[in-house]
């Protein structure tokens, strides 16, 4: 399997506004995301679909997610729920999308993935969610 570019982030050969990172996860903002805090939250280990994951693998995946989740809370303290969606669509090396959210719209809002990414934005946002 070629290295995605998830697993090239990883590496540092791509940059990335890292938030969080362990010996088994490594979480970062989207640079199109669904609402503002969108993190993505990936194992080290490229797999395509969760369910391939070793179970300590899958642990930790999780146990990140909740934490990354919980500082989102902190963070954006007015919205109603922190969203959740495993996937492995767009690359090839599933990955945990977690965001804030008020509202059904908002969950399902499609960004614009030809825009230029907001870099100063999401530094400063990933300064904010950094555990």
Known sequence: MQDSIFTKIIKGEIP?????EDDKTFAFMDIHPIQPGHVLVIPKTQVSN?????????R???TSVKKLARKLKEVFPTKLR???IIEGLEVDHVHVKVFPI?????FRNHPDM???????????????LKV
């Open 50 to 58: 969760f369910y391939e994951l070793e179970d300590e693998d899958y």
């Open 114 to 128: 030809d825009a230029e990414p907001d870099h100063a934005a999401l530094t400063a946002m990933a300064e904010k």
């Open 60 to 62: 930790a995946l999780m």
């Open 82 to 84: 922190i969203a959740v």
């Open 16 to 20: 990335s506004h890292k938030v969080y």
């Open 102 to 106: 008020d509202t059904d719209e908002e």
